[in-house]
């Protein structure tokens, strides 16, 4: 059974920086596409990164495009977010989001969330002004 678990989030000013974490336990990460979502409250669930297993490629939401750095480390099954310039409209849940294994997923469609079958319960990020 896949999990996942994130960390890292909390109360951040305007203008800092956050890493967040998800460690995946549970079949073979390297085969894995990870992802990134939030989730601010009213809204629905958001795209905001992924990383392919299949060539390490990266792909970002414009909205966080130049600010968020989405990584991987296969040796130690963790993914990562890091982000720099918070903004207050960032505040939100986010979730690190896994697809099935060996799945291969095409460019225009990283940015679903259906293409993700495994999820973590998230970790708040607030932004405050």
């Known amino acids: 059974q896949v999990q996942l678990v994130e960390s890292g989030g909390g109360l951040v000013q305007a203008g800092g920086s956050l890493r967040l974490s998800c460690s995946v336990s549970?079949?073979?990460?390297?085969?894995?596409?990870m992802a990134w979502f939030r989730q601010a409250p009213g809204k629905e669930r958001d795209f905001v990164a992924t990383?392919?297993?299949?060539?390490?490629?990266?792909y970002y939401s414009d909205s966080v495009k130049g600010r968020f750095t989405i990584s991987r480390d296969s040796a130690k099954n963790m993914v990562y977010l890091q982000i720099h310039s918070l903004k207050p409209e960032d505040t939100s849940v986010y979730y690190c989001?896994?697809?099935?294994?060996?799945?291969?997923?095409?460019?225009?469609?990283?940015?679903?969330?259906?293409?993700?079958?495994?999820w973590g319960q998230g970790t708040q990020v607030t932004v405050s002004s």
């Open positions: 989001a896994a697809t099935s294994e060996g799945i291969v997923v095409a460019p225009n469609l990283v940015r679903r969330a259906q293409v993700y079958n495994y």
């Open positions: 549970g079949g073979t990460f390297s085969r894995y596409t």
């Open positions: 990383v392919t297993w299949t060539d390490g490629s990266t």
